[in-house]
């Protein structure tokens, strides 16, 4: 706290060069944008995740399980990481420490962890550092929700974007999260099945469990995917792997079934199909790829429980990753069984991107929240609803202009004097990222003097 009070003081006499700058009135300019609504959307659930954890950093995924537990906290630090929050930052608000929710989630996750002999599979070597272990974050042997659990996991750590940090405690203290990142990668490329026919190369509950799903199968992907961010890969056997599993999975309907050949087609499965076609390099012109996205335009609007789409936070998480990776969220070629345009921006196209957003924003609960129907429970639905929205947003085109009204003046630096936390001191709220003009994760005299370089103010 010492250090935004000193901030503040050095910030006003610059606040009152700003306000001299501003000759006549600010004229307020209501504008009724979505990325406004977005942003609040974005903010108050935040509040409301925070408010979630218990006293020991977990968060709770509904049911008492602690590997659930694990998962659902997982999901809560990814998002939060992602929303600008960082360990051993005083961010306070409303008398909660954002640095401390995240530091107390992360020993939590850490207190899980244990590492995994491996050894040589059939395709290859999955131990990529050689020292014959893998991690993963369900304490003792084999487990059913091994596979799950890591996968959501592992995300998080990477999301703290601090490589050389070190684990502070469980079994793993002292290792860096850089290796808790390779050797879990390495306990994926392991645990991935081989020699059983349709399941060969998808995962299911844990290490080589011997069948696949494709629900479980989501998650070593998105780990992989995340782990590429620190230039982290799994052994090279993993991918063409996936290839064999994928041609099993999918539906004549292109949608994607639960085991191979089996059964019947839903939503959240095959956004698990988009992500790991992405990952597997298939292009958007693949047959299979191009099957996938029918499946989901005409699914588009499906809201039964478990199988659909709205309402589902599970499926719309998958599905808005997905469709971000393979054709991107301005696409309107292939998802056009869109629902009627809701409030936008001047200017802005209706997308599927969109339609999710507006959902989020319009069905919202009162305390920040959102209500899902699927396997996640409630708060990792929320959280997979903020990173939906927070994939969406964009910050306004006019350099420091945070109301979206084309102009900066006064009440624009009345939210980014909100935002100034000094130097390495991560973001106030989500929102502050569109003012930390230089990108280095805080917002301090360097972005103020971007901010008083674009000062308009009040334009009509
Ligand atoms: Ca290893
Ligand atoms: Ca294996
Ligand atoms: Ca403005
Ligand atoms: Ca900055």
Redesign the pocket.
């Known amino acids: 706290m010492k250090q935004m009070e000193f901030w503040s003081v050095l910030i006003s006499p610059l606040a009152a060069v700003a306000l001299v700058l501003v000759l006549g009135t600010a004229s307020e300019v209501a504008v009724a944008a979505t990325e406004v609504q977005k942003w609040t959307a974005i903010e108050e659930g935040v509040e409301w995740l925070v408010q979630q954890q218990q006293t020991d950093g977990r968060f709770l995924y509904g049911g008492g399980n602690d590997d659930y537990d694990c998962a659902a906290t997982g999901a809560a630090l990814r998002t939060l990481l992602e929303a600008g929050y960082r360990p051993g930052s005083d961010i306070i608000i409303n008398a909660t420490n954002y640095g401390d929710v995240i530091g107390d989630g992360l020993r939590f996750i850490f207190s899980r962890a244990t590492t995994y002999a491996i050894s040589i599979q059939l395709h290859g070597d999955p131990d990529t550092n050689g020292n014959g272990l893998g991690v993963k974050f369900v304490p003792g042997g084999n487990n059913s929700r091994d596979m799950f659990v890591t996968g959501v996991v592992l995300p998080a750590i990477v999301a703290t974007g601090t490589p050389d940090e070190l684990v502070n405690t469980g079994g793993l203290a002292g290792w860096t999260y850089q290796q808790v990142v390779e050797d879990t990668i390495d306990y994926f490329a392991f645990g991935q099945n081989e020699n059983v026919g349709y399941s060969d190369g998808g995962w299911r509950y844990y290490a080589n469990f011997s069948a696949s799903d494709q629900a479980c199968s989501l998650w070593p992907v998105v780990s992989m995917l995340s782990a590429r961010e620190w230039g982290i890969y799994e052994a090279g056997f993993v991918e063409g792997e996936l290839d064999k599993f994928m041609s099993h999975i999918q539906n004549t309907d292109g949608g994607c079934w639960y085991t191979p050949h089996s059964g019947y087609s839903n939503m959240h499965r095959t956004g698990n199909f988009l992500i790991q076609s992405y990952y597997t390099g298939n292009p958007v012109g693949d047959t299979t790829v191009q099957a996938a996205l029918n499946y989901i335009n005409n699914q588009w609007q499906s809201t039964t429980c478990y199988d659909g789409n709205f309402g589902v936070a599970g499926a719309m998480w998958s599905t808005s990753k997905g469709l971000e990776y393979m054709v991107g969220l301005d696409d309107t070629a292939y998802i056009t069984n869109l629902h009627t345009p809701g409030t936008m921006d001047p200017g802005d196209t209706w997308t599927w991107s969109e339609d999710y957003c507006e959902y989020l924003v319009t069905n919202q609960q009162v305390d920040g929240h959102w209500n899902t129907c699927g396997y996640f429970g409630v708060t990792m639905g929320t959280s997979f609803s903020i990173d939906i929205l927070k994939s969406a947003t964009v910050c306004a085109s006019v350099t420091g202009d945070w109301d979206y009204d084309d102009d900066v003046d006064l009440e624009d630096f009345a939210e980014f004097e909100g935002c100034i936390t000094g130097p390495g001191g991560g973001t106030a709220k989500p929102r502050c990222v569109c003012v930390?003009?230089?990108?280095?994760a805080?917002?301090?005299l360097?972005?103020f003097a971007e901010f008083q370089a674009a000062f308009t103010g009040s334009l009509p």
């Open positions: 930390d003009f230089d990108g280095d805080d917002v301090d360097e972005d």
